[in-house]
């Protein structure tokens, strides 16, 4: 088997109790202020997930309070957070456990990978932070530890799943999750550890190499451009927009868009309109996946809606404010 450094658990733990960020979940973590900030945390950073949080937390208190709202109510504090299918999962898992007797989320990993939206990181997260359940979790940041104390490239992850169930800690086992992903994140980072700050640096075989950053490898992510054309049909009563699909913006509302740098003619076509003009152009970064939209308005006589009265994401605002259509 690959290597299998551990680290030295006392002292990560009294690390962890002295200088972990005073996140407001870890005030008090509950079943649901656990579970919406590890959906919240999934695909955003920290520094804006937390106003994420603490939003969703001040509009539905309780699980059940989401359950009783609609998607769109959900949908509108969740604008800007992307990734919209992770607030749809939330929605409808609060609709499932809502429905049961007693309406409480488990405890059990198991039955929480069995809800929409919940994988087995968040399933551990949540049964090992708010239930004391000994199960370890393994994200980008305990993989990083693991792969530097033992100086490996690329460990398989089986690898480093056996390394995190093996050095948990039975009596604090979610304080000890967040103390290796807390290192991760604040101390052992991808680019720069600051290994002279490091708790666990006695056994880091990185640290005796010429470059600790070589260990893992990195994945270089490789965004896919996307060259197309945004229309903005505008009339008196609004704008015409309809409600996206996908994973990325499904369930907030949008312009129409063609993702073709040559689809302007069968996108004026598709909703019958002639000869819109150019007003602008906008670039829209997502994870994976970078737009340069030309944006193209015409203005009709009727139809739309305002766009106001719909949550829409980011990508939408630049394009109605490139095509002045933004305030209605
Ligand atoms: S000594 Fe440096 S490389 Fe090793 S675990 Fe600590 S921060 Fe990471």
């Known amino acids: 088997m690959e290597g299998l450094g551990y680290p030295d658990k006392s002292r990560l ?4 109790d002295e200088f972990s960020r005073p996140l407001p979940w870890r005030e008090n973590p509950e079943p649901w202020s656990v579970l919406l900030s590890e959906f919240i945390l999934q695909q955003t950073k920290m520094e804006v997930g937390v106003g994420y949080w603490e939003r969703m937390i001040a509009r539905f208190p309780t699980l ?12 509108e504090i969740w604008q800007g957070c992307g990734y919209y299918a992770r607030a749809r999962n939330l929605h409808a898992l609060s609709i499932i456990i809502a429905s049961r007797n ?4 488990p405890s059990d990993p198991n039955e929480l990978q069995k809800l929409p939206g919940i994988g087995p990181y968040t399933a551990a997260a949540i049964a090992s932070i708010s239930f004391e359940i000994p199960i370890s979790v393994v994200d980008g940041n305990v993989r990083r530890v693991y792969s530097r104390l033992n100086a490996l490239e690329n460990p398989k992850p089986s690898v480093v799943k056996t390394w995190a169930q093996s050095c948990l800690d039975y009596n604090r086992p979610g304080d000890w999750n967040q103390a290796v992903m807390e290192l991760g994140a604040t101390i052992c980072t991808p680019r720069k550890p600051r290994c002279e700050d490091c708790p666990i640096s006695s056994s880091c075989s990185a640290l005796l190499t010429s470059d600790p950053t ?6 270089r992510r490789v965004s896919k451009k996307i060259l197309g054309h945004a229309l903005v049909i505008n009339s008196p009563e609004g704008v015409v927009l309809s409600r ?3 994973s990325q913006l499904g369930g907030l509302w949008g312009v ?9 003619e069968s996108l004026c076509s598709k909703h019958d309109v002639e000869s819109p003009i150019k007003v ?3 670039r829209h970064a997502f994870s994976h996946r970078d737009f340069n939209l030309q944006v193209w308005r015409i203005d009709v006589m009727k139809g739309g809606i305002p766009s106001g009265s719909v949550p829409i994401s980011r990508l939408d605002q630049k394009i109605l404010d490139a095509a002045g259509c933004g305030e209605l």
Request: aromatic share 8%; glycine share 8%.
């Open 102 to 105: 007693p309406p409480i989320l």
């Open 244 to 246: 996206r699909k996908g």
């Open 64 to 75: 059940l309070d989401m359950a009783s709202s609609s998607l769109d109510e959900v949908m």
């Open 280 to 282: 602008g152009e906008i």
């Open 214 to 219: 070589m260990f893992p490898l990195s994945k």
């Open 13 to 16: 733990l009294q690390w962890y």
């Open 256 to 264: 129409p868009i063609s993702e073709d740098p040559n689809g302007l």
